[in-house]
């Protein structure tokens, strides 16, 4: 049983897993076989708000709930899994399995070095343990995941290095980044940060705008959240109650 859940709210309680959310499905996508499962079997074409829910609840009920609601959790996310299949793909299978929540992973302590300020090496190393605990209960195999940060840093450079955007990715991204009436604020806010956020080289392969006024102002808008967030009160910076399991305390 999954217990240790420590590093984890730390890192996830100030909202990270949202900032970073967007890189993080960006990077799985550039997995052709991820970005085929996603095309064939998701909802985002017809239920953008419901699919980040699903995404996000199991999460944050990892991270916040109780050891039972995060067995729970991660039961779901199992048995959704077991339902995407097809040619050249499978969500169960152990490798797309160790990428999908690598970039969890890397996303979140990017954001979180990014907008909330230095994370301890200790205390990071102890978000990768912890994460590596959740994956097990997610079907990744023990050893899978790198056993400290430079090797798993050396990982994902790797995929970052050798995976290729192709076009179910692109239409996905475009998609799920276009602005609709009443979000177009908040989806181009989000593109913004999504572009900032990921590798340069995943970046340009969706083809996603950037140059220095960007840059600047991705930077300038990064300074502003380290400066204020620790003068705001932690109910205040604590994740939305839509996506946080219930009788949660964060």
Known sequence: MFTNQSAIRRVHREGVVLLGGGRALLMQLA???????????????????????????????????????????????NAAHRRVVGPGYRAGDPALLLWVHATLIDS???????????????????????MTCVGRLLGIPAGALPADLAAFGGYVDEMVATLAVGDDARAIAAELLRPTPGLAPAILAARALTAGLLPPRLRAAYGLAWG??????????????????????PPLRAPPRLVLPPSTRV
Not at 38 to 55: C, E, I, K, N, Q
Not at 59 to 67: D, E, K, N, V
């Open 31 to 77: 997995h052709p076989a991820v970005a085929a499962g996603v095309a064939a079997h998701s909802g985002y074409r017809t239920d953008r708000r419901g699919r980040l829910l699903r995404t996000l609840r199991p999460m944050y009920a990892i991270a916040f709930g109780t050891p039972e609601q995060a067995a729970d959790a991660a039961r779901g996310v």
């Open 212 to 233: 220095p006024t960007r840059a600047a102002l991705l930077d300038a808008s990064a300074r502003v959240s380290r400066a204020v967030l620790p003068h705001i009160p």
């Open 108 to 130: 979140a302590l990017v954001a979180y070095r990014r907008f909330v300020g230095p994370l301890p090496p200790a205390e990071a190393e102890r978000y990768l343990v912890d």
